[in-house]
């Protein structure tokens, strides 16, 4: 819990951006935009270019309001005057092949607008479902946390016997459904957590920034051994990984990444809105994709992570090409040595070689091996004869092609964002066994997106030519598109 004394407040007041974005004076204007900007349509990254014209418009549209002197400057001048280190409210970077700048919403900024979102009057504030909620909350800790199986065991079969009353009260004719105030109480708690999670997405991208600005910095400034900037870095990123936050992180990517998982929300969001308390809240169109803007989100965590991977390739690299410059520099010098002094060499000894011409072995000359034991041969008269031989073996050989194999995962990801090893192999059944169960599994590692799930485990079978049934028990294996 962080303190909230006099000391710490006035720390807060003088260096944190959200604070210095709602003591500006230009805070309506700053609040507003990036709100309709970024954060409703769920915008991760803009161009100069874009938000300037947005900009531009937004500034248009108030001086007409508030008179010609309104706002003066030009819009890119507010955009990097937002950027500045000063101030910090939006990101300004160039992406990879790129050289038009972008701009990202700081998780400063977002939170100050959250807060004033937040004081905003409400018609309606619902307070069961979050009791619900925190109820449940503790519940699975308490779950979580118990070591006797007796107490779990207890506690499981108390909810059975439970389940097992509603569902003979049903079977009755008693079926309870919830009220107009229940539906709306619960679907303003759903969309007050969707929001929340967007928001955390953009802090939790920050920190892995923050690491991968270090890791930069090391490299920049390095001047030991690879070995130790390695260990270090990789201490590094396994401590964020490892943390309460990137467990959490990598266990929402799990559970959001499961195929199961996507349709259920997507059918559950279209129930949901379609009840007609939620249609009064005129709830916003961009919910019945909620779920996709966590992927998105998600996304561009996962993209940082990854360009810590290739700034220790980039580096590795760097140092093996200086390496190798240097090795060539002193081959140079030692030539440039032996041409000076070629026609007026130094007295004495100059050079000493341990033999006056070196010693080559042809591999011609090498002896070959001989058995200890000379074999008998048979005295004997040939006789012409025909043998039956099996040529079976020889038409037998199994070729895995894997461009055809690739090219069904990319026929199968056309109608659908993505699949699962398993499907596939429901839609395309193996025709030559664990051989091109291995193909499969050789291109998964090479695919671009594709995700493999330790926790999760598939079973495939496949029939061998004699008729019998084999299985194999692996990892869950994903096929993405981009």
């Known amino acids: 819990m962080k303190s909230t004394d006099y000391a710490t407040i006035d720390l807060l007041k003088r260096n944190h951006p959200a604070w210095r974005m709602l003591c500006s004076d230009h805070a309506p204007l700053i609040a507003s935009f990036l709100h309709r900007t970024f ?235 379609t009840l007609p308390p939620v249609m009064e809240m005129q709830p916003e169109p961009r919910l019945r994709r909620v779920h996709y803007d966590w992927l998105e989100a998600g996304e561009h965590t996962q993209r940082t992570v990854a360009r810590l991977s290739q700034q220790l390739r980039r580096f590795l690299d760097d140092k093996a090409w200086l390496e190798n410059r240097r090795i060539m520099d002193i081959l140079r010098e030692i030539e440039t040595s032996a041409l000076a002094v070629r026609e007026k060499p130094p007295a004495g000894d100059f050079m000493t070689l341990e ?50 194999l690739a090219g069904k995962i990319r026929r199968a990801l056309q109608s659908r964002s993505q699949i699962s090893l398993r499907e596939l192999l429901y839609d395309y059944p193996l025709e030559h066994g664990l051989s091109e169960l291995v193909g499969y599994l050789q291109i998964a590692g090479e695919w671009p997106h594709a995700v493999v799930t330790e926790k999760e485990q598939d079973i495939v079978e496949w029939r061998t030519q004699s008729g019998a049934i084999r299985r194999a028990r692996l990892p869950k294996i994903i096929f993405a598109r981009q």
């Open 355 to 404: 033999e006056t011409a070196a010693s080559i072995d042809m591999p011609m000359e090498r002896p070959l091996f001989t058995p200890p034991i000379k074999s008998v041969i048979a005295d004997s008269d040939l006789e012409n004869g025909e043998a039956i031989l099996d040529m079976a073996a020889l038409y037998s050989q199994v070729v895995i092609n894997k461009q055809e």
């Open 39 to 273: 954060v409703a349509p769920n915008v991760r990254v803009l161009s100069q270019a874009d938000l300037t014209e947005l900009l531009e418009d937004k500034l248009f549209e108030l001086r007409g309001h508030l008179g010609a002197g309104a706002f003066p400057r030009p819009a890119l001048e507010y955009l990097n005057d937002w950027a500045g280190n000063d101030k910090a409210w939006l990101r300004k970077f160039y992406p990879p092949g790129s050289d038009e700048a972008h701009f990202d919403l700081a998780p400063a900024a977002e939170k100050a607008i959250q807060w004033l979102t937040s004081l905003s009057e409400r018609t309606f504030i619902g307070t069961e479902s979050r009791l619900l909620t925190l109820f449940d909350l503790l519940r699975q800790m308490c779950e979580g946390s118990e070591t006797n199986p007796e107490a779990r065991i207890a506690e499981l079969q108390k909810r059975r016997d439970e389940i097992d009353a509603k569902i003979d009260q049903i079977r009755q004719g008693d079926l309870r459904l919830l009220d107009d105030t229940g539906i709306k109480d619960r679907f303003q708690q759903f969309v007050q957590t969707a929001r929340e999670l967007l928001t955390d997405f953009r802090e939790v991208e920050e920190n892995f920034r923050k690491l991968d600005r270090q890791v930069r910095e090391q490299i920049a400034l390095w001047d030991g051994a690879k070995g130790a900037l390695l260990e270090e870095i990789i201490g590094e990123r396994d401590a964020i990984a490892n943390s309460d936050q990137g467990k959490s992180f990598r266990a929402f990517w799990t559970f959001l990444m499961s195929q199961q998982r996507q349709e259920e929300l997507s059918q559950r969001l279209e129930h949901v809105l």
